[in-house]
Structure formats: structure tokens, C-alpha cells
């Protein structure tokens, strides 16, 4: 599916919200998008191997993620996100964050290459997919033009956002390209686009978690 069209009616008179395949020239040729997805990607892949090489180290907060992650295969499987900042604020009680599916995501990685390699390139990886899923799904819906103009967008943010929120696990920083995903997924099924909606399942799943 190269372009998107969004139906509001079918010929019985009944409403139709399927996406289809629009005909319509393409003003960029072929390789424009992935271009433009490689632009936005690039950092993420530049980032997390240089700060390793610099000696980084998750430690406070990043530490908690790389240690709940190591335990997803453990007999201290975390059920739970991480602790809240409402706790002791909003009620006496500890309170967590809904889920654990960032720990589960870290969890391969960080058993395969330890600590800090693992959950560092882990979560590299997870705002890699972010991009190269928004892009699919953009070209998926509105073709070449879309998606190229898409991605430098999305390369705009992710280099001026710093090294640092590319590859670190805390929270405030691993949701950012994640929920720029899900709103463009939340968009998609919107339109009508059932893989869309399930990518924005996930998606929404992992931001709120």
C-alpha cells in the first residue's frame, strides 16, 4: 500500500473507513525515504556504541532498569514498572508504574551482554524500531513524499534532542520516539489501517508502562 485514501461510503450507503491504494505521482524517487530514515536513525546508531567506548555506565535510576531487566529472567520477575514519584505524594502508600514491558524488552540483551552493553544497546534498539516503524507506516499510508518529508522531520528531533536520550532506559527519556510512534500508529488506525492500530497498541502499551 504506497498511498491512502480514506472512504467514508460504500456503494450500499453503508460507511467505510478502509485505507486504500491511491494512485498519485511520486515527486521524490525511491531511495528519498530511506534516506531521509537512515538521517533520522543514524544518531541513535552513533550514540549508544560512543558513549560506551567513553566508559558510560548506568547508574541511579538507569542502574534500576539494567537490574529489573536482568531479573525478567529470574525468580524476582518484575510484575510492575518502575516506583512512582507519586508515592508518598499523592497517596502514603508505594506505588508503581503499570507495567513491566520495557524490562522485558531490556531483558535479552542485558542477559546476553550484561549490564551496561546490553541494556544500553537494548534500548538503542527499541527507539531504532520506533523510527523505521513510523516510517513504514507513513509510507504504508501516504507513500514516498509523505514518508521522506516524515522522516527529516523526525531526523530534525532526533538530532537536536541529545546523545543521551537515544540510549539512556530512564523513563522520561525511552518514551520519547516510542510515543512519537504510537501518535502516528493512533493516526493510522484512525484512518482505518488495522496493522496501524496494532502497532499503537504496543506502542501506547510500552509509554504507559
Known amino acids: 500500500m504506497r498511498a491512502g485514501v480514506l472512504h467514508t461510503s460504500r456503494g450500499d450507503g453503508e460507511p467505510s473507513h478502509a485505507v486504500t491504494a491511491a494512485p498519485s505521482g511520486e515527486a ?9 530514515t537512515a538521517a533520522a536513525v543514524l544518531p541513535i546508531l552513533v550514540a549508544a556504541p560512543r558513549a560506551l567506548g567513553r566508559g558510560w555506565l548506568p547508574i541511579g535510576d538507569d542502574a534500576y532498569f539494567s ?4 531479573d525478567v529472567f529470574s525468580r524476582d520477575i518484575p510484575l510492575l514498572g518502575t516506583a512512582s514519584s507519586g508515592s508518598g505524594r499523592v497517596t502514603d502508600r508505594a506505588i508503581n508504574h503499570p507495567g513491566p514491558l520495557q524490562f522485558d524488552l531490556l531483558a535479552l540483551p542485558t542477559r546476553a551482554l550484561g549490564h551496561t552493553v546490553g541494556t544500553t544497546l537494548g534500548q538503542a534498539l527499541i527507539n531504532v524500531v520506533a523510527v523505521v516503524l513510523m516510517a513504514w507506516l507513513v509510507h504504508r499510508l ?7 518529508v516524515a522522516m527529516a522531520g523526525c531526523a530534525l528531533l532526533v538530532w537536536s ?3 543521551e536520550v537515544l540510549y539512556r532506559p530512564w523513563g522520561p527519556y525511552a518514551v520519547v520516539l516510542p510515543f ?4 502516528v500508529a493512533a493516526w493510522g488506525g484512525v484512518a482505518g489501517d488495522r496493522v496501524a492500530l496494532v502497532v499503537a497498541v504496543v506502542a ?3 509509554c504507559l508502562q
Do not use: E, F, N
Not at 537490574?67 to 536482568?70: E, F, I, K, L, S
Open 180 to 183: 512519537a510512534l504510537y501518535l
Open 142 to 148: 501516504l507513500g514516498r513524499v509523505a514518508a521522506t
Open 28 to 36: 521524490v524517487p525511491p531511495w528519498a525515504p530511506l534516506v531521509a
Open 161 to 163: 534532542m541529545g546523545s
Open 204 to 206: 501506547g502499551s510500552y
Open 67 to 70: 537490574v529489573r531487566a536482568w
